[in-house]
């Protein structure tokens, strides 16, 4: 993790030490105008500002060689010190051509060198580059005063006391240290700090990709359970059809064989069998029912004409709503991307309840309609027949909800409450929902939404 960070912050120094390489560049420009204009103004020895405005060209001219050689290295660490000892060199010159010793200051000409390098690497670089800017400006005041290179008279003509040179000269370096160690310090913390979070983050996010397997490992352990249990319910649910088929033909067989010659309490026990038989049969019918049309493997999923579709229901629908005398009406209704015989059986059991439970109300009226927005389709068949009451409204899509030959308002609920169950299942495994809104004595609507693929034209 440690190895991590280091390697980051390298590249972020390599990254600010190409960016310091053209802001010196832009530096010395700046500067070898300044001078030039002096010189121009009179302020500043001609002599001298060729001399420092050929200095600052030779520095602009390195640190632009020296930038397209690192950008083909990559820029080494070992360019950077290359570059800071060149430097310093350099401005130890422009210190003297500006009035060396007798500059107020002048020292501080090193403070930006070495406050990049304590950003742009360590404490201990910055306060090396610090020693070498003093020995190099010792070195200068030395040769100056042995009379070994002579003044040159830059901007300041004034010459200072001894005591005034010492104190503009101890000053600044002692000032030049104090940033080595205050900015050098920083930006080791900062550093550190860096080096932190990327661990940190490292391990958030090693623990999210260890959450995420733990997470897929335990649905599909639950997705595994799942088809194991739907497998047994469907295995025992055959099964038990199988018996409650036998136990129906046994008693038929004994009411028409030996009905005649058992007593009344006998023969009534005898009809009672029976009907429980045919009822359970026709409940493990329904509950197979469920299996084979809502969790069967299907067709593959495709464009499905649901205008066509719900044309073709109505058209098997066709003697009930001519008895009943029902106006159906047929909206627009957009393709939609599913399994064509599942949308069937959906619109199928729909538009089936909606003809059943229109009761005595005149005229009847069924409608079919539905509208694309965004990236889904919602379908809605709705109706003006007896309604669902509000507490039977949140079951009507559970399996077996009410009992058979119910009669609610009038009309007869036949079956055991499977297709609504069955119609929830389909539309759930197309990823999509059912609802419903519906008023007693006034009609209902059910409404089916499923999502539309991101490519649909």
């Known amino acids: 993790m440690v190895t991590a960070g280091a390697s980051l912050g390298f590249s972020e120094r390599r990254r600010l030490f190409a960016e ?10 700046a500067f070898a105008l300044l001078f030039s204009g002096l010189a121009w103004a009179g302020l500043f020895p001609r002599g001298h500002a060729w001399t420092v405005t050929a200095i600052l060209a030779v520095l602009a001219a390195l640190n632009g060689a020296w930038w397209l050689a690192g950008r083909r290295a990559g ?14 060199v350099m401005l130890t010159m ?68 001894t005591t005034a040179i010492t104190v503009s000269l101890v000053a600044p370096f002692i000032f030049l240290f104090a940033v080595a160690w205050v900015a050098g310090t920083l930006a080791d913390h900062l550093k550190s700090a860096n080096a932190s979070l990327v661990e940190v983050g490292a391990r958030i996010e090693e623990q999210n ?40 033909e046994t008693a038929a067989k004994l009411i028409s064989t030996d009905g005649d010659r058992l007593s009344p ?23 197979l029912s469920l299996f084979r049309v ?20 109505m058209r098997r629908l066709a003697h009930e709503v001519e008895r009943r005398g029902i106006q159906v009406r047929i909206g627009v209704l957009p393709a939609v991307f599913a399994e064509p015989a599942k949308m069937r059986h959906v619109f199928d059991n729909l538009l089936d309840n909606a003809c059943k439970y229109v009761g005595e109300n ?38 077996y909800h009410r009992s058979p030959n119910q009669t609610v308002a009038g009309v007869a609920q036949e ?28 009609g209902s609507t059910f409404a089916v939404t499923l999502p539309v693929p991101a490519e649909a034209p």
Request: net charge neutral; charged share 25%; hydrophobic share 40%.
């Open 362 to 399: 005149h005229p009847a009226r069924v409608e079919v309609e539905g509208e694309r927005r965004g990236g889904e389709v919602t379908y809605r068949v709705r109706d003006n027949g007896i309604g669902i009451d509000e507490r039977q409204r949140a079951r009507i899509f559970q399996l």
């Open 20 to 29: 310091g390489l053209g802001f010196r560049v832009a530096l010395c420009v």
């Open 75 to 88: 820029f080494p660490t070992s360019h950077f010190f290359a570059h800071w000892a060149v430097d310093i």
């Open 294 to 313: 809502a969790e069967g493997e299907g067709e593959a999923r495709q464009w499905v004409d649901v205008d066509g579709l719900v044309r073709e229901s």
């Open 94 to 161: 422009l210190v003297h051509f500006v009035g060396g010793i007798d500059a107020p200051y002048g020292a501080l000409a090193y403070a930006g060198l070495v406050t990049f390098a304590a950003v742009n690497d360590s404490r201990r670089t910055a306060l090396l580059l610090a020693t070498f800017s003093t020995l190099a400006f010792a070195l200068l005041v030395a040769l100056e005063a042995s009379g070994v290179v002579p003044p040159a008279e830059g901007l300041w003509r004034h010459h200072y006391s």
């Open 209 to 248: 990709r260890t959450l995420e397997r733990r997470v897929a490992e335990r649905t599909s352990e639950l997705e595994r359970a799942h088809r194991e249990i739907e497998d047994l319910v469907h295995i025992v649910t055959h099964d038990l059809k199988n018996v409650s088929v036998a136990a129906t």
């Open 265 to 287: 309490r006998g023969r009534r026990y005898a009809d009672h069998l029976l009907d429980d038989s045919r009822g359970m049969s026709r409940m493990l019918e329904n509950l």
């Open 415 to 442: 079956g055991h409450g499977v297709g609504l169950a069955i119609v929830k299942r389909i539309v759930e495994r197309h990823g999509g929902r059912i609802s419903v809104e519906s008023v007693p004595g006034r």
